[in-house]
């Protein structure tokens, strides 16, 4: 899309950047001139076996914007990025796996380049520029496919050992029981692919909530049938989404006490299916020791920039770190 050319004073101020949201099939291009705004460019397919291909696509990309290579570019990707080696570890986009991320496209590149998973650059823009915007700690969920988080303190992400920080969603963590209409249910721990059992993981996300109802009642419902269904008070889906509750929000209230936030972001395809959002949050508060007369968890309001911003966010905080050096 065509956009206005940087100014000299919009050039220097270092206010600009690049962004880039590198998904497990598209890569989306941005740029932010500005903190809170972004820009998408163009979207284009993941090489997802060659790193240089990426590399040299990112190249590209950016040097439509601003062919001085003076700009930083922010990556958000797909996968665990190791904050102190920069080593990726990535499921969907082999290529990065094993590669120092920022050093190699910043090598071919030949510009700054800072880089975090999508977890993290998501809790960057909520805790910016989102509904975590004034919040001292911001513990980001992602409630999708898969289970993940990130953490912010005064809108910085913390990036513990290994890029492992926030993710709540593994570990051997579920009950092998729940009460659901008056009786006891037993939950085997199921597989993960992360290659533990028992984790949120495995039934936190829409495809777990179907996994639940199998369970309980022998039959197939998609999990946008299920949550309509419990929504209108249909018993066997009102069960399942008991039983889901109960499971996720144990773990859950464990990472609120352990974490400390004062908002929760919600983010994943889950985030959109607001009176689950709202019956998570209410079973989680009556679980956590500090007493909130509000919502905690809410859905976040930067789901569809969020990679970008968030990669804007860690590319203009990477500015600020080298000149106060």
Known sequence: MPFTPLSDGELMSG?????ADIGGSFIKFGFSREPGKVEELERVPVPKTDWREL???LQHLADKVEA???LPLGLSTAGLVDPVT????SANIPCLTGLPIAQAVSELTGRSVLAANDADCLTLAEANDGVGRGHAVVFCVIIGTGIGGGIAVDGRTLRGAGGVTGEWGHGPALN???EIGGRLQH?????CGCGQS???DTIGGARGIEKLHQ????EERSSHRIIADWQAKDVKAGETIEAYLQLVADPLAVAVNTVGPSIIPVGGGLASAGALITALDGAVRARILNRFDRPLLVPAIRREDGGLLGAAVLARQGVVDVRSA
Not at 86 to 89: A, N, S, V
């Open 198 to 200: 028992g984790c949120v």
């Open 15 to 19: 206010r600009a950047v690049l962004c």
């Open 86 to 89: 920069g080593i990726g570890l």
């Open 215 to 218: 369970l309980f009642h022998a």
């Open 176 to 178: 092998t029981s729940v």
């Open 68 to 70: 001085g290579r003076t």
């Open 55 to 57: 590399a040299t696509t």
């Open 187 to 191: 939950v085997p721990r199921f597989s």
